[in-house]
């Protein structure tokens, strides 16, 4: 593994039941926290896997990627009492208070789905967007088909049939190296036994209420030829939020970075950084006025929009002495003299 893409410190944030949950960041920028996939976080396995490596380290040249193992998986504490949907709460808040995060976008899949909408209705303030792949406002429902049902009865049966039958089934990883991989990743993540309860508990998770309140711009994700989600769910998750679109993926992966990663990530870089019609090519050195870099333009943005520095920090995620330096970077390549400055060079180039 490239020390580029290695997989960042793991520190440990303790919930209001005491409970200890392992969390990583990786780059600077809006906060975009990857929810674990429940109930098989694992942080360590996940970056092991080349392709994901990869994704990760992309996200991140553009946003703050925070990312955690929920309770009885992973680096977080296994032996847990409480394996309720209000822990699996707790232990986002736990990571959002340890990391010091004022608001985020949270990217939601399967499971965490309904866990993201939950803390979006219960703390708006925090929530700037929430991005959703493969899930619904109730639990394991996506996931309720015969195919889905007869390999989740392997678990506690044959576990290690189970994990390498997921890793294809519901990744879609090909035979290789990659494929054993992510059986790892599944195997290590936790055990049969809180796996089942983890499920037997989100089979129960009904948001549909919740869902109703938030109005903070929702995107959901969906790949064209799925198989394991239908279409009519993902269509069915975007109807019961307020202010939600639709976005079609190609492809059939059940899993968001394994095909056609580069187009997913400018999706969700795009909708990050505030801009839905945005294609930003994450990663890509393009040519920028006057040296600017890729946060530089985002405060200018905002600037001539007439946000104040307090404003442009709570929009991206920063801190207001962080802007006060951009802005300061900004008028130095510019050659502006202040905020007027700024604002027409910002329209000479059509930035605004």
Not at 95 to 106: H, K, N, S
């Amino acid at each position: 593994m490239s020390a580029t893409h290695a997989m960042p410190n793991v520190q440990i944030a303790h919930t209001t039941d005491g409970v200890s949950v392992a969390w990583t960041s990786v780059g600077t920028g809006p906060v975009l926290i990857h929810l674990p996939g429940i109930p098989f976080g694992n942080l360590e396995g996940e970056w092991r896997i080349p392709v994901l490596q990869r994704a990760f380290a992309t996200l991140a040249r553009s946003v703050r990627l925070i990312q955690y193992d929920g309770r009885g998986s992973g680096r977080s504490q296994r032996d847990v009492a409480d394996l309720s949907f209000e822990a699996m709460v707790r232990d986002l808040d736990a990571v959002i208070a340890e990391a010091g995060i004022e608001r985020a976008v949270l990217l939601g899949f399967y499971i965490s789905v309904p866990l993201a909408i939950a803390y979006a209705a219960r703390h708006p303030e925090r929530v700037s967007r929430l991005i959703l792949f493969g899930g619904s406002v109730r639990g394991w429902s996506p996931m309720s088909g015969s195919g889905t049902q007869a390999l989740l009865s392997l678990i506690e049966r044959d576990w290690d049939t189970f994990v390498d039958s997921a890793a294809h089934a519901w990744l879609g990883w090909v035979d290789g190296e990659s494929g054993r991989l992510a059986a790892d990743w599944f195997r290590d993540s936790t055990t049969p036994a809180v796996a089942r309860e983890v499920i037997q508990v989100a089979s129960g998770i009904d948001v549909t209420t919740e869902a109703a309140l938030i109005h903070c711009p929702v995107l959901v994700l969906h790949r064209r030829e799925a198989t394991v989600v239908p279409l009519a769910t993902s269509e069915e998750l975007t109807a019961a939020l307020p202010d939600a679109r639709l976005r079609i993926l190609e492809g059939s992966s059940a899993s968001l970075f394994f095909e056609g990663q580069d187009a997913v990530i400018r999706e969700i870089v795009g909708f990050a950084l505030g801009d839905l019609g945005a294609k930003p090519n994450a990663g890509a050195d393009t040519a920028r006025p006057s040296g600017l870099t890729r946060r530089e333009l985002e405060v200018l943005r905002l600037l001539a929009q007439g946000e104040m520095n307090a404003g442009i920090a709570a929009e991206l995620g920063l801190s207001v002495h962080t802007v006060e330096r951009h802005v300061t970077n900004i008028y130095r390549k510019i050659d502006a003299r202040g905020r007027a400055d700024a604002t027409a060079f910002a329209i000479r180039r059509g930035l605004v």
